[in-house]
């Protein structure tokens, strides 16, 4: 079983809504360039009612510089 991305989560999505085994992803739209975000720091600099709408609009993109195409991807891993 290939793992499940989902690019067109709920609006309303709180990072205390994920569950334990999803990765937070953000991909740049300019470059795609991507990359797994760091759970755990999110939480503790936005808190865990953070929504995920508001820190894509946080991303930067680090190969091209570009914040305006910086999306968030969850990608969850198949249960074995
Ligand atoms: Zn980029």
Known sequence: MREQIRNNWDIAL???DLS???AIVAK???CARSRALNRPLLVKRYGPDA???R???TLRCTRC???AA???ELHDAPRN
Do not use: D
């Open 55 to 57: 820190l894509e609009q």
């Open 28 to 30: 740049c739209g300019r």
């Open 20 to 22: 334990a085994g999803t």
């Open 70 to 72: 910086g999306r968030i």
């Open 65 to 67: 510089g570009s914040k």
């Open 14 to 16: 709180r990072l205390s």
């Open 51 to 53: 929504r995920l709408f």
